[in-house]
């Protein structure tokens, strides 16, 4: 197109060019031919003047006049109107360059336009992928913080995974230990004691032992909520108390067997608030026993202690009882004694009451309570002493107070009995029990003012009870410890599995919420880039418009300086008209180039209309080309970016559906593997058991393999000092042999011992037992040589 604008502005030039040629030098023929014209008709008016001057003078002479005055009218008014074409011509030309100033004008309007929407276009551009880096960079940064949120995930996961295999066998040891537990007590006790907790468990006073074994199947918030139910008129106040004793007490490790060897059956017995709910307790008991419809259920057996009669009978009893205010007032001096070498404690200052219950968050018993507990526990074990055996002879006094102060018979004197931490007890009636956990075994011994008759009665008790401890080595305490013990880790990995659930639920939601993000962005960016691509496209079109501005422009002013030159000819060849109209030259006729010019120039002028016309359709159909081919190309490039939005935002949500669909394809595979592994666990935990056992077996048949190894190490060391010792007489035998064989060579007697026997030689090549047999031979053959060489035989005896 721009090719055809310049070839079209050229054509034109060239045409305008021979038309003002062929103008000029029409006007300089018409000019000569006026002046010719007008030369001949004053030549012929002189010769007629001449020929008629005689004849006709006058009528002759004012004809010529009237024929030179017509012509020179009509030759000036021919050069009038040239002059005045040419003016028009003039004027036409400075239309036409005012025409083309006003284009130059709008045209540098609109150059100015577009260098300001070029300008806008560059800065639209500039923010455009300014905005399109930063989502860029966010996105990317989402990536890494969903990479990352993904590896906290599975690391999340994986402890969750350990935290419910240790939950899973926190439940496993809890069970075991709620079975060892229960198996410590005889079954009707065991039978009493459930259904007891079942029914203050209705009543929403405990949380019963099955539900206890069953507790951890439960999270720590369905524990609340359920605690919660039922529970909400005693909000203001405390829980009421009902459960066995050792549900409210804590023992420290080392004083557990002295405990339960004093409290025995004590610590299994039932605690309701008062008589009325022990009545209640053992009516539904009893009726529990008898059963419905001809199913009698075996008998139950429980001790039931109502607190509140058992707790104002103790202080009763305490404040009135004048043996019970002895002994009171004993332990408080015994309590405030400071001395070191007293080793006597109360057995009630081991004990301490449990307020909470395991639950450290809700206090199981009010002030109020927690007194009739501690008088129901001086009632058990008021008359109980710690004392570090029952068989010390040695001062355990005060300052100068001798044994007799704080001796197990004087403590027996004053009501006390005795009980070591081993759980050896020696009662004040005589009675000693003692066996470890177990309560069956029992010594009695002469009832006297003291216990022990002597030191040897006092041994022997010692001896017999120390036998009896080894027949059972595990206590109910030990046991219930175990239990709550378990059950406190139960709790507490169930709570650490509710927080790591709870923060994998987290990290999950925080996944989704970068998925999500991460398509808003996907959306932005390609919006950005949408925004992008029609700024380019927008500024590629500014451009072009730009530089065909810039071309148009430069074209018109090329026009416009030609319009200019072309009116300055003009007005040049006005003033030679002029020039020539008032003082006319006498040339006849026009130059010879100028008529071969004035000849060609009508076939060059019609050459280039025709050439004008021809470029002018050329460019009317480049124009409209162009407009089609740009409006086809706008349609096809937005066209093309919607159709790539659409694709980018399908591919964006496909690609985060994908990812989205693999994380919870990847968390269901997880879920099942933590399933499978549990499975696992479980069974290698009972094959662990049994590799336990036997590993148990085989250690044990590996230190009876020490042992043999110890006794063959030391038969060993035996037989390599009997080698050693036999090497020694092996080599004093044969110094000996040596040492004889020299005597004999010396002695005739020996030489003629020596032939019979063989050489020396031969000697030496001999065992010890033929040497030895030899040698009681040449001894008696010696003794009948006694008389040949007596000092010879004498050095051989001795030597032998």
Known sequence: MDRALKEYLAARY??????????????????????ISRGQGERPGERREEEEEDEEESSG?????????ASLSSCEMEVQREIKQAEHLGKEESDLSKHYKAQIEELEEERKKLERELETCEESQAKALKEYKETEQKQHQVAKEFEAALEELRLQQADLADLLQQQTLARTAY???????????????????????????????????????????????????????????????????????L????????????????????LTS????????????????????????????????????????????????????????????FLQTLLDDEDEDVHVLPLPECISVNR???EEDSPRLSSENEALVSAYIRSVFGRALLVPSLSEQEETGRGGASHADFSVSSLHQKGFDCVTVDGDVSFSSGIVRGGGGGFSSYLLLPSSSSSFTSNEDSHQATDSLSTLRSVQTFSKLQAYQNMEDQRH?????????????????????????????????SEARARCQAALEEIVQTRQHAEGRLRASEELLAAIQAEKKQAEERVNGIKSLIQDLRRESLSPDKNTGLPRTEEEALISLPRQIRSLEEKVNILSKKLEESKAAVEKASAEADIHLRKQIQRLERDEARSDLLHAKEQRGELEATLASINRRMLQEEEIIRKSDRQIKLLEDEV???QEELQLAEKQKQSILVELEDTVRKLQAFQQAVESARRSKEEAGAVLASTGGAAAAASEGGSLQNLRMLSMKDLASRLAHLKKKLQAYEHVNRKAVDQFVNLR
């Open 14 to 35: 060239e045409l305008q060019k021979a038309v003002q040629k062929r103008t000029s030098i029409q006007c300089k023929k018409d000019i000569i031919a006026a002046r």
């Open 247 to 266: 549900d409210f007490i804590e023992v420290p490790a080392e004083y557990r067997r002295a405990v339960e060897s004093i409290g025995a059956h004590a």
């Open 489 to 521: 880790r139960v709790d507490q990995v169930d709570r650490q599995v509710e927080e790591k659930k709870k923060k994998v639920a987290e990290i999950e939601a925080r996944n989704g919420a970068l998925i999500e993000k991460e398509q808003i962005l």
């Open 61 to 69: 002479r004012s004809s010529a006049l009237r024929d030179v005055s």
């Open 696 to 698: 148990q077996e085989k």
């Open 175 to 245: 069970e075991t230990a709620c079975d060892r537990f229960w198996q410590q007590l005889r079954s009707d006790i065991r039978e009493g004691l459930q259904a007891a907790e079942a029914f203050c468990s209705e009543r929403g006073w405990i949380e019963s032992s099955s539900s206890r074994c069953k507790t951890s199947d439960m999270t720590q918030q369905e524990r609340r909520r359920s605690n919660k139910k039922g529970g909400d008129k005693e909000k203001a106040s405390y829980p009421v108390v009902a459960g066995m004793l």
């Open 270 to 329: 039932f605690l309701v608030p008062d008589s009325k709910a022990a009545y209640e307790l053992l009516s539904h008991l009893k009726g529990e026993g008898e059963g419905g419809g001809g199913k009698k259920k075996p008998t139950v057996s429980i001790t039931v202690v109502p607190l509140k009669e058992v707790g104002e009978l103790q202080r009763r009893r305490e404040a009135s009882n004048r043996a019970c205010v002895m002994r009171k007032t």
């Open 356 to 358: 909470h219950g395991g």
